[in-house]
């Protein structure tokens, strides 16, 4: 528990309760870190934003506070899959001799909060901060009050993943299941089976020939159709083990967006590469790993082992088979899993995407199949 004894010590409950309460940044617990608080958003200028309390003396302490806070900054874009992250520090306690700090654009030194005002470029990132920070209330009063209102903060964050992470009935997942299964047995009452080239094409198999006389819709009913028993039963068993948790993550509607568009994705870069018949959800279920990765990247304090444990090495794990075995259509692997990644920055991640993100995405997914569309059109 933190007790506000002096000015220092309110200033950070002050800077602490505008950073997290009114910019929606999150403490990060580091070990070894001491007298100085680390918040993060990844989606901010500056992802990390460091409180310290800690002296610092004179110019050589302050390199080594830099080249420590390299280190742990570093740690954190691995473990994060960032390749940059800006760090804004905010020292409470220098010392006179210390003279370099003035020459740093993330670094800054105040004795109060409106010292920030000396600093235009935290003042045009954080142009409220003074006003957001200038409580009435003093000592005891104001500790209750910012402790108050951290707690309130921190259970909405915790009621809002609890939500995000609660496991929903997956409608959507088990009508796709049963479209699928219903048209593998068709294809045996109302044709020769799914073994065969006849078949296959009259319940819509996706094929460059085909295409040509512009059957577009093949695009899309290929997905739901399957070669053999084998390859039905290990992509729906694969779609009823990735399916619910994505259609409960991103909610029924985007779902449904995330896994039509990998199914175009997957399809016209499959007719792209390939003149081969093609069907099967795989590149329908490798969108939804794409979305998933964008999912978890947003949700890495959640799931950040499970990506680099699990994820990852199942999407490279059955491309690589994928390139190792022959009747594999690792184009529309691909293809599928570029889509679904793009397409979910598009839809967006509920109370991580910002709007920026998501007209970026779209921007993004657009570019994408359009140059897909292009290619496919060019080669037919």
Do not use: C
């Not at 935290?122 to 409220?128: A, E, I, S, W």
């Not at 896994?259 to 490798?286: K, N, P, Q, T, V």
């Not at 794990?317 to 691909?334: K, P, Q, R, S, W």
């Amino acid at each position: 528990m933190i007790y506000a004894n002096n000015e220092m010590d309110e200033t950070v409950l002050k800077l602490l309760h505008y950073f997290v309460t009114e910019q929606g940044y999150s403490p990060v617990v580091l070990r070894g870190a001491q007298n100085e608080i680390w918040l993060e958003k990844m989606n901010s200028e500056y992802k990390i934003v460091r409180l310290v309390t800690n002296y610092i003396h004179n110019n050589e302490q302050l390199s080594f506070d830099e080249f420590k806070t390299k280190q742990i900054v570093n740690k954190i874009k691995r473990k994060t899959f960032s390749f940059n992250i800006n760090t804004l520090s905010i020292f409470l306690n220098i010392g006179d001799n210390v003279s370099e700090l003035k020459e740093k654009k993330n670094m800054v030194y105040i004795n109060t909060i409106e010292d920030l005002n000396q600093y235009k470029f935290v003042t045009d990132k954080f142009p409220r901060i003074t006003e957001h920070t200038n409580f009435k209330e003093e000592g005891m009063e104001l500790f209750l009050k910012i402790t108050k209102d951290l707690n309130k903060k921190s259970e909405e964050e915790n009621q809002k993943v609890e939500k995000t992470f609660k496991m929903k009935k997956p409608i959507i997942t088990y009508i796709i299941m049963a479209i699928n299964i219903i048209v593998f047995i068709a294809m045996y009452f109302l044709g020769n089976g799914s073994n065969d080239v006849e078949t296959l094409l009259k319940f819509g198999a996706n094929y460059r020939g085909t295409i040509i006389n512009h059957e577009y819709y093949r695009l899309i009913t290929s997905a739901f159709l399957h070669i053999g028993f084998l390859h039905i039963a290990f992509n729906m068993y694969a779609l009823y083990v990735i399916g619910p948790q994505l259609e409960s993550y991103f909610g029924k509607i985007k779902y449904i967006a995330i896994y039509l568009f990998s199914i175009l994705a997957a399809s016209l870069m499959s007719i792209i590469f390939s003149d081969s018949i093609s069907a099967g959800a795989s590149g329908a279920i490798f969108g939804l790993l794409g979305a998933l990765l964008y999912f978890g990247y947003h949700y890495r304090v959640y799931l950040g082992n499970a990506l680099k444990s699990q994820i990852i090495p199942l999407i490279l794990v059955n491309l690589m088979l994928g390139f190792m075995m022959t009747g594999i259509d690792n184009a529309a692997h691909i293809g599928g899993l570029m889509g679904g990644f793009l397409i979910a920055t598009a839809v967006g991640v509920t109370n991580k995407s910002t709007k920026s993100d998501i007209i970026n995405g779209v921007i993004m997914a657009t570019i994408y199949i359009s140059f897909l569309i292009y290619l496919a059109l060019k080669i037919v």
